[in-house]
């Protein structure tokens, strides 16, 4: 619940997106096919990931609205995979704080973009795996956590 | 007065966004000089005059705490206030960023009203109110060890509680 409740609300902050959580069984997974994904590491009192994938679509909406610009603006295109790894860093640092407490250290690594793998696969070193689906202005967005064993 | 504005985030996206930010918030701009992580912002520290800098955490190749470490250590810290702008939630890192003479903590995402109130009160040590925003709000200096604040400076003007913010 924490980790949906951070996600709709940094879109809603960073980029004025109102998100509804979708049922994960009922995903259809063809929505995010030409998705974008950016992942990023943390170590601290727990070590995990964090991902996320959106549609290039999506990705230029998130743009244009955190930059203030029309979608088919071409700096929206430019800036497109920045503001999804922006978003991720964003989401992970406030959720870490919302789960850990304002105690806890975590090291972050910088957000990278990668291929979208299937994000469904079990990860053989996760202690835990969630993940979380989201709809909004049409488009999905898709995050995962992971927490490996330590 | 116009300031040189030095904003150090390795997110081309979030500098773009700060560089409105500033505009809106009012702030008379001298020129603004852009950095990727901590070793170019030390790079263009040693070039240029600069007034003030929004420095990010993470970042690769030199993060935000070693930027305000070199910083410390090459005398930049008097003359040259750090606001710092980031993700980072944890209390422990933040007063140990203020120990190290950071002025500032906001909390992405920024709204212009609490970064106005947050740089305000570090240029101008004059502090403004700022809505509860234990999420998201801003501290300056003055509001190490309180706790519920939003936006403090270093000067003991306090606008806030909660010393939530990075």
């Known amino acids: ?150 | 007065m116009a300031y040189n504005i030095l904003i150090v985030d390795d997110s081309q996206t979030m500098r773009a966004v700060l560089t409105k930010t500033i505009c809106m918030a009012g702030v008379e701009i001298g020129s603004v000089f852009e950095a990727e992580n901590g070793r170019e912002a030390l790079d263009i520290l040693e070039k240029e005059w600069v007034d003030i800098v929004f420095a990010d955490i993470n970042m690769p190749v030199m993060n935000g705490v070693e930027m305000v470490k070199a910083m410390q250590k090459l005398g930049y810290m008097e003359s040259t206030p750090v606001v710092v702008i980031s993700t980072e939630g944890s209390k422990t890192r933040l007063d140990a960023l203020r120990d190290m003479g950071v002025r500032g903590f906001l909390r992405k995402p920024v709204s212009p009203e609490l970064f106005k109130s947050v740089v305000d009160g570090v240029l101008l040590g004059n502090a403004g109110e700022v809505g509860d925003s234990a999420a998201n709000g801003p501290t300056t200096d003055a509001s190490a060890g309180k706790s519920g604040g939003d936006a403090v400076t270093d000067n003991g003007s306090a606008a806030g509680s909660e010393a939530d913010a990075q």
């Open chain 1, 1 to 150: 619940m924490v980790l949906d409740g951070v996600c709709k609300l940094i879109l809603e902050e960073l980029a004025f997106l109102f998100c509804e959580s979708q049922d994960a069984s009922a995903f259809d997974y063809n929505q995010i096919e030409d998705a974008l994904e950016a992942s990023m590491r943390f170590t601290g009192p727990t070590n995990g990931k964090f991902e996320i994938a959106a549609g290039r679509n999506l990705c230029l909406l998130l743009a244009s609205n955190i930059l203030g610009i029309e979608p088919n603006d071409e700096a929206a295109g430019s800036h497109a995979a920045d503001a999804l790894k922006e978003t991720l860093n964003i989401m992970c640092g406030r959720f870490l704080t919302e789960a850990y407490g304002e105690e806890a250290i975590f090291n972050l690594s910088a957000p990278v973009m990668g291929v979208l793998n299937d994000l469904a696969k079990v990860d053989e070193d996760a202690e835990a795996e969630c993940m979380q689906f989201f709809e909004t202005e049409g488009y999905c967005l898709v995050v995962k956590l992971t927490v490996y064993k330590s």
